[in-house]
């Protein structure tokens, strides 16, 4: 994939991801800089790799 530049990460660095957590089924949001998923719910923290392998298989 090809980078690109988020055009709201200067106001708020975190996007809308429509995924859910994998230990308590909260939302995800996608942490931009680092390519992370954050939890709103459990806080857990993931990897986007992680998420997107476990939710398309
Ligand atoms: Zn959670």
């Not at 975190?14 to 806080?43: N, P, S, T």
Request: aromatic content about 12%.
């Amino acid at each position: 994939m090809a980078e690109f530049t988020n055009p709201y990460a200067e106001e708020d660095p975190f996007v809308e991801a429509h995924f859910e957590c994998l230990e308590c089924g909260g939302k995800l949001w996608e942490y931009g800089i680092q390519r992370r998923m954050v939890c709103e719910d459990c806080r857990a923290l993931f990897r986007t790799d992680e998420i997107l392998e476990a939710q398309t298989s």
